[in-house]
């Protein structure tokens, strides 16, 4: 919630917070007194948005690496990924680090468990969505990192901004940061 006052503090700056804040909260209270079908298909389109701005940043990426897509990206390739002091430059420490970061982000997939009371096939559905966890992390996570730190050397990382606001912003769409923040408020 206090990330979504900040946004909105953005576009509004004269409205003061805490009124981002609470009404963030009632319309988040009001989504979840909804009918678990209502609930459902709300969360739905809401993560959708998301995905397909994820899966959209991951092809016009590749469009930079590998056709020269887009202006002002001077460091591109592939060479990104092990130039600059290579996997890991500063030690494993920072690996180890981060593994908290994925395992807060990954926090909930526990909840496919719970969900088996509610599915109508659990021997069938179940196994499925265990199953595509291995690949959404790759595609969701290792794919994401690879086009980004194939664009924007590692060490380079937020001198400029956001690295997927730069990469629509160079592809020449010039509400990338505007389109970003209303996905990121919906995500």
């Not at 397909?52 to 590749?62: E, F, H, K, S, T």
């Not at 897509?69 to 890991?88: D, I, Q, R, V, Y």
Request: aromatic share 14%; with cysteine; net charge negative.
């Amino acid at each position: 919630v206090t990330g979504f006052g900040i946004y909105l503090g953005l576009w509004y700056p004269d409205v003061p917070r805490w009124i981002w804040i609470l009404s963030i909260i009632f319309f988040i209270g009001a989504m979840n007194l909804c009918n678990v079908r209502v609930f459902g298909e709300m969360e739905f389109w809401l993560s959708l948005v998301k995905v397909v701005a994820i899966i959209a940043m991951m092809l016009a990426g590749a469009g930079i690496i590998f056709f020269g897509f887009g202006h002002s990206f001077p460091a591109t390739g592939l060479e990104n990924l092990w130039s600059h002091g290579g996997f890991a430059p500063n030690g494993w420490q920072g690996v180890i680090a981060s593994l908290g970061i994925v395992m807060f982000a990954f926090g909930g997939v526990e909840i496919i468990g719970v969900t088996a009371a509610e599915a109508k096939d659990p021997k069938k559905v179940l196994p499925q969505a265990i199953n595509t966890i291995p690949l959404r992390i790759i595609l969701f996570y290792v794919c994401t990192l690879a086009v980004l730190m194939a664009i924007f050397p590692w060490n380079s990382f937020g001198e400029q901004g956001s690295p997927f606001v730069l990469i629509f912003d160079g592809l020449g769409i010039p509400a990338a940061a505007t389109i970003l923040n209303i996905i990121v408020i919906s995500a």
